[in-house]
C-alpha cells in the first residue's frame, strides 16, 4: 500500500505587524512562523514540539485557518487550501480540519449549553446529520464517553476532563479527518491526562482520524506520536521517526530537551542520562527580532563562529526520513 500524505505544509510562514505611533504605522515584524514544510501522513500522529512561545500553536492555527498565512501552501488531501477563491468550496475543505485548543474552560461559551457547543459546527459548515440536534449531541457524547444527559449542562457545572471530551465532541461534530491538537492535556491533572490521551487514541482507531499534536511535553509525545517535529523561535530544526529521534537526537536542542525529561520510572534513567546536555542557560531569541544564521546558536554548546551566526542551516536528510538543520550534519 503506497504512503498517503493527508496535509502537505510547504513554506508556511506567519507574521504579525508591530505597529506604533498614531498612524499605526508597521515598524517591524513577529516572525511566529517562519519558512516551515512538513508532511503528516494519514492516520498519523505527527508531533510538534518546543518550549512555550516557539510558535507551535500558531503553526496549528494556520493550518486550520484561524490564521492566513503570510506566505507558503497548506496542501490538504492534494488541494492547496491558500488558493481557493470559492468560499463554499472553502468550507467544504476546511469542515474535514478541526482544532482541539489547550484549555476548554476558555475555549467553551460560557453561557450556552453543551448540546448548543458540540453542535455548533452543523450549524457553521450547513450541516445536514439526517437527525434531531438531541440525538446528534448525545451521540457526540457517548464517542467521548460522556452521558448524553450531559447535553443540558452549562461548562462550569463540568470537570476539567468532562470540558475537554466536550471540545474533542465539538471537534468531531464535523467528521473531520485530520485533527490539530494543541496542547491537549497541559490544563488538566495528570490523573485525567491518561485519560484524554487513552480516549484520542480510541479514537483515531475507531474513525481513521489524524492528528497533529502540539505539546511541550515529550513524554507524551514519546508515547504517542508516530513522527516528530522539533520546533525553535518560529523554525523546524528537526524531524523524523519517533523512535528514530527519540534514540538518536541529532541537533543540541533537541538533546537538551530529551536531557530535560522528567524522569519517573527506573529505567528512564539511562534514557535521559545518555544525552547529558543540560538545556542552555537563556531565553529563546524575541520572534520579532531573531538573530541571523541558526536561531539556536546563541545558546547552542557547539556553535561554529562565522558559520551558525551567518546563514541558516538547510534541513539535511541524515538518515531516511530523519532531517536536522544543522551544520553538525552538512
Excluded at 492516520?43 to 496549528?60: H, I, N, Q
Excluded at 450531559?150 to 461548562?155: A, L, S, V
Aim: net charge positive.
Amino acid at each position: 500500500m503506497t504512503e498517503e500524505y493527508i496535509l502537505q505544509v510547504v513554506n508556511l510562514k506567519k507574521y504579525f505587524p508591530i505597529t506604533a505611533g498614531v498612524l499605526s504605522k508597521i515598524v517591524g515584524w513577529i516572525k511566529a512562523v517562519d519558512d516551515v514544510s512538513f508532511n503528516v501522513l494519514r492516520g498519523s500522529t505527527y508531533a510538534v514540539v518546543g518550549e512555550s512561545g516557539c510558535g507551535k500553536t500558531t503553526l496549528g492555527r494556520t493550518i486550520v485557518g484561524i490564521y492566513e498565512p503570510t506566505d507558503g501552501r497548506v496542501i490538504f488531501e492534494g488541494v492547496d487550501l491558500t488558493k481557493i477563491k470559492d468560499k463554499k468550496k472553502a468550507l467544504e475543505y476546511k469542515r474535514k480540519l478541526a482544532m482541539v485548543f489547550q484549555d476548554p474552560t476558555s475555549s467553551l461559551n460560557p453561557r450556552r449549553k453543551i448540546i448548543d457547543i458540540v453542535t455548533t459546527p452543523l450549524d457553521i459548515y450547513k450541516l445536514d446529520r439526517g437527525k434531531n440536534k438531541i440525538k446528534v449531541a448525545g451521540e457526540l457524547l457517548k464517542l467521548v464517553e460522556l452521558d448524553e444527559t450531559f447535553i443540558y449542562r452549562y461548562p462550569h457545572e463540568l470537570s476539567g476532563g468532562q470540558r475537554q471530551r466536550v471540545a474533542i465532541a465539538r471537534a468531531l461534530a464535523s467528521e473531520p479527518e485530520l485533527i490539530i491538537l494543541d496542547e491537549p492535556t497541559s490544563a488538566l491533572d495528570v490523573s485525567v491526562q491518561a485519560k484524554i490521551l487513552q480516549l484520542l487514541e480510541r479514537l483515531q482507531k475507531k474513525l481513521n482520524l489524524t492528528y497533529v499534536l502540539i505539546t511541550h511535553d515529550l513524554s507524551v509525545v514519546k508515547h504517542v506520536a508516530d513522527y516528530v517535529a522539533v520546533m525553535y523561535a518560529g523554525k523546524l530544526v528537526e524531524e523524523g521517526p519517533r523512535e528514530e529521534l527519540f534514540n538518536n537526537p541529532l541537533h543540541p536542542y533537541t538533546r537538551a530537551l530529551l536531557s530535560a525529561i522528567p524522569v519517573i520510572l527506573p529505567e528512564e534513567v539511562n534514557f535521559v542520562s545518555r544525552f547529558k546536555v543540560p538545556l542552555p542557560s537563556g531565553e529563546p531569541p524575541k520572534l520579532s527580532d531573531p538573530p541571523p544564521g541558526c536561531r539556536f546558536h546563541p545558546r547552542c554548546p557547539n556553535a561554529i563562529k562565522g558559520k551558525c551566526d551567518a546563514k541558516t542551516p538547510p534541513f539535511t536528510e541524515v538518515k531516511k526520513s530523519h532531517r536536522v538543520a544543522c551544520y553538525l550534519y552538512t
